[in-house]
């Protein structure tokens, strides 16, 4: 291997891992879903207050079906918004 390469190979190495690492946190903010049953699965996520006021109806969908959001603000939780145990369902429901 050509030593000049390699400094752009290393280069292009820790690109795919920021890349990487980038995708995953992404991937693990998302909701989670039952392929079969297209069911949420009941879990938390952590979501700054900018993102959840542009997908306030995803975020509700999702506690609606039994997750949980943490609102955060610049990284720091200030909320944290949960379905409620005894709601009844509406008509529009």
Excluded: N, W
């Excluded at 190979?9 to 693990?28: H, K, N, P, Q, W």
């Excluded at 006021?53 to 943490?70: A, F, I, N, R």
């Excluded at 603000?73 to 009844?88: N, T």
């Amino acid at each position: 291997m050509d030593p000049i390469l390699i400094p752009y190979i290393c280069i292009i190495v820790f690109a795919l891992a920021i890349f990487l690492a980038d995708y995953l946190g992404r991937m693990s903010d998302k909701e989670a879903k039952d392929e079969e049953t297209d069911q949420v699965v009941a879990h938390t996520v952590s979501v700054e207050v900018q993102a959840l006021k542009d997908q306030l109806l995803e975020y509700l969908t999702m506690v609606k079906k039994g997750g949980q959001v943490v609102v955060t603000e610049r990284g720091k939780p200030v909320a944290i918004i949960h379905g409620l145990a005894d709601a009844k369902p509406t008509a529009d429901e």
